[in-house]
């Protein structure tokens, strides 16, 4: 059975950094392409971030270029996200996402996801 679970998360002051988690199981890890998306409220699933395959190329999204950084651990199955200089529009749920097919910003593209994990920045 196929599982992502997220850790970590919770609360900050903006300009402040936070660490979040996703360790997988039940999953080729070595075919898997892993993601972060993240949700507002009243706002549409948004992407933050992935890692290839092996984890040698990132891709992030605008609003979080240059302060957040994604990488894989050396055993394939867990993504970091590192948040820095966060601020109030940070403010989600954060998702891990995976997909055995080509990695994309849409959310549509991704067969598994975690159950999120809140990630609250006061300004």
């Known amino acids: 059975q196929v599982?992502?679970?997220?850790?970590?998360?919770?609360?900050?002051?903006a300009?402040?950094?936070?660490?979040?988690?996703?360790?997988?199981?039940?999953i080729d890890l070595y075919k898997i392409g892993m993601a972060w998306f993240r949700q507002a409220p009243g706002k549409e699933r948004e992407f933050v971030a992935a890692t290839s395959r092996p984890g040698l190329s990132q891709w992030y999204g605008n609003?979080?270029?240059?302060?957040?950084?994604?990488?894989?651990?050396?055993?394939?199955?867990?993504?970091?996200?590192?948040?820095?200089?966060l601020q109030p529009a940070d403010t989600a749920v954060y998702y891990c996402a995976a997909t055995y097919y080509t990695l994309s910003r849409g959310a549509q593209s991704y067969e598994f996801w975690g159950q999120g994990t809140q990630v609250t920045v006061s300004s």
Not at 65 to 77: E, W
């Open 3 to 13: 599982q992502l679970v997220e850790s970590g998360g919770g609360l900050a002051q």
């Open 15 to 26: 300009g402040g950094s936070l660490n979040v988690s996703c360790a997988a199981s039940g």
């Open 63 to 85: 609003a979080v270029k240059g302060r957040f950084v994604v990488s894989k651990g050396a055993a394939q199955y867990t993504s970091f996200l590192q948040m820095h200089n």
